[in-house]
Every structure is written in C-alpha cells, then in structure tokens.
C-alpha cells in the first residue's frame, strides 16, 4: 500500500489481557516509531527502530510494554496484563531513515479501549 | 535534550481572521522543526518542515512557519482562517528521534 496501515483500528479488552498492535510501515523506510495518545494529550514518544541498530525503548512506559520489529518490515507492539490508563490511540510512523529533514509518515492508530 | 512547548492547548479564531499558533523549542544547533496537523478521526500529516534553507517556510494550506533562532521559536501562521481548519496540531524536533509538542486544538469560530 501507499501509506502506513495499523491493525486492528479498534481494540477493546478486558483488564488484565494482552494484545498486539500491528504496523506496517511503507516499503523502504528504515525508521519506525511507536506513539501514544491519550484522549486530549499530546504523543508521547514510545519507542524507536532504525535499521539493524539496537531499538530506542526509552519512552516504553512499563515493562508490560514491548516491541518488535522483522527486519525493516512490519512491527509488533505487545502490552501484557492490560491495564485501565492504556486506554489511548496508538500510532505508528515511519521513515525513510534516519536523516533529520526526512518527514514521518503517520498511520491511522489503533485506538485500544480496556475496560 | 531537545524539547518543544507549545503555548496554549486551546486557540479559537473567526473565521477569516489571522491565525497564531505557537512554538517553542530548546535544541542543540541547528534545530530541526516540523509542524504536524491532526484533523478529527484522521492521522497526522505535515504541514511544512525547517530546512534551514530559508527562515520563512511555506506549507500545505496556506500555512507557513517563521523559524527565529533569537526567540527560539517557530510559531505558526496563517492569513485566513477557514472552516476547515479546524484541527490539533502540533510542533516537533527532531534530534534521533522526534519529540512533540502537547498540541494546540484550534477552533475556528463562524
């Protein structure tokens, strides 16, 4: 596709729960980030990829958070024992590298409810 | 570190009036900027970027962005407002990675 398309567009589950968030991001870009937002706030920068370097995981909030990514495909974001304050928008951006003038392309977002 | 603020989370204009929203970012030199806009139940798309290359930088929809390294600030402007311009929007930096502002909701008032 053209642009990049995150799965599912909506999640509710239950407290407690796992679930996984999909990106993929456009053919070629290198770079991929993961954002939260939650109702009314900014994003808030989750965590980064950028080719084969170690990932950016500085912004993960919790270790019930984490992330992979297959090559410079498609990314995963998995958080466990889902909690009520997860409740967000979770966006996903990618790149075609690293260099600072190059635009992040954003997707839908996955707006995951947990009730 | 590098970090952006973004003065007013709520702004409300008439339509056809001068619209301001602004943006303040502390950075190591030089500065890269972006302003993005979120319309309601959509994804975020840039409006324009600092490339250095020129001070003042035209965007999409008649929006530009004065870069002004003395004030620091690279607030965002248009003439006229629009209906349609109602939206968040939101001022980033980027060193390795892009950090955001809080975003600014503009109204836009009939």
């Known amino acids: 596709g053209a642009g990049v398309s995150q799965s599912p567009s909506n999640k509710v589950t239950e407290k407690g729960k796992d679930v996984e968030l999909r990106c993929d991001p456009i053919?070629?870009?290198?770079?991929l980030y993961w954002y939260r937002q939650r109702l009314g706030q900014g994003l808030e920068f989750l965590i980064y990829?950028?080719?084969?370097?170690?990932?950016?995981k500085s912004g993960l909030p919790s270790d019930r958070f984490s992330a992979e990514r297959t090559g410079e495909s498609v990314s995963t974001l998995t958080i466990q024992r889902t909690q009520q304050e997860d409740s967000a928008v979770y966006l996903c951006?990618?790149?075609?590298?690293?260099?600072?003038?190059?635009?992040?392309?954003f997707g839908p977002g996955t707006r995951l409810t947990v009730l | 570190a590098q970090s952006v603020t973004q003065l007013g989370s709520h702004v409300s204009v008439s339509e056809g009036a001068l619209v301001l929203l602004r943006c303040n970012y502390s950075?190591?030199?030089?500065?890269?900027l972006f302003w993005y806009v979120q319309y309601p139940n959509q994804g975020l798309q840039l409006l324009l970027k600092?490339?250095?290359?020129?001070?003042l930088v035209k965007g999409i929809n008649g929006f530009e962005a004065e870069f002004k390294k003395s004030e620091t600030s690279f607030h965002l402007t248009k003439p006229s407002a629009h209906m349609s311009d109602a939206a968040e929007y939101f001022c980033?930096?980027?060193?390795?990675?892009?950090?955001f502002g809080k975003g600014t909701r503009l109204h836009i008032l009939p």
């Open positions: 600092y490339t250095s290359a020129a001070t």
């Open positions: 951006a990618s790149s075609f590298d690293r260099g600072p003038y190059n635009e992040q392309f």
């Open positions: 990829f950028q080719g084969n370097s170690a990932p950016d």
């Open positions: 950075s190591s030199v030089p500065p890269y």
């Open positions: 980033a930096v980027r060193d390795d990675k892009i950090i």
């Open positions: 053919s070629g870009h290198t770079a």
